[in-house]
C-alpha cells in the first residue's frame, strides 16, 4: 500500500500521465479511440456508433489528428467526392494495451457478473493474453514488486 501524502510527487506541469489524461482523458474521446481501435474510421460511422453530436465529433477528431493519433486520409467511393478517414497513428496504435487494461479492469470491477463480451488471445496459439508489466529481459513483475522512482 502507499503510504499517505499531501500532495503527488511529480508537479502536473511536468507530469507526463497529467498529459497523457490532458490529451485522450475526456469520455468522448476514449469511446472515439475505443471504435478506432475496433476499426471505425469514417466520420459518419463514429456518429452512428456513438450517438455523438457532430460538432462534438468534428472537434474531438480534430484534436486527435492535432495530437498525432490520428491521420487524416481521403477515401472515395465510386460516384461520390473524396472524403476524409481517420486512421491510428503509430502513437494511436501504442494506445491498444492502454485500452485493454482498461477492458481487463472493467471485466473485473464493472462487470456485474456477466462474462466479458471479448477476449485476447494470442494469434497463432490462441492462448489468453493479459496487459502486465514485464521488467528489461521480459519476466513479469507484479504490482506489489513494482515501485516508483522518481528522477531527481
Given amino acids: 500500500m502507499i503510504p499517505r501524502a499531501q ?3 511529480v508537479p502536473l506541469d511536468i507530469c507526463h ?3 497523457a489524461i490532458e490529451t485522450i482523458g475526456d469520455r468522448w474521446t476514449l469511446l472515439i479511440l475505443r471504435a478506432a481501435l475496433f476499426g471505425v ?3 459518419d460511422d463514429f456518429q452512428k456508433e456513438l450517438s455523438i453530436p457532430r460538432t462534438v465529433l468534428s472537434g474531438r477528431l480534430g484534436k486527435l489528428v492535432e495530437t498525432g493519433i490520428l491521420e487524416k486520409q481521403k477515401y472515395k467511393e465510386d460516384g461520390k467526392r473524396a472524403r476524409p478517414e481517420y486512421v491510428l497513428t503509430e502513437a494511436g496504435e501504442a494506445l ?5 487494461a482498461l477492458t481487463q479492469w472493467g471485466d ?8 466479458p463480451p471479448i477476449s485476447f488471445t494470442h494469434a497463432k496459439s490462441r492462448q489468453k493474453v493479459r496487459p502486465a ?3 528489461e529481459h521480459g519476466r513479469e ?3 506489489k ?3 516508483v522512482s522518481l528522477r531527481r
Avoid: Q
Avoid at 491498444?96 to 485493454?100: A, E, L, N, S, Y
Avoid at 473485473?108 to 462474462?115: E, F, M, N, T
Fill in 7 to 9: 500532495k503527488s510527487p
Fill in 141 to 143: 513483475t507484479l504490482m
Fill in 17 to 19: 500521465l497529467a498529459k
Fill in 133 to 135: 508489466f514485464v521488467d
Fill in 96 to 100: 491498444r494495451p492502454v485500452f485493454m
Fill in 145 to 147: 514488486d513494482t515501485r
Fill in 108 to 115: 473485473d470491477w464493472v462487470s456485474d457478473g456477466a462474462l
Fill in 41 to 43: 474510421r469514417r466520420f
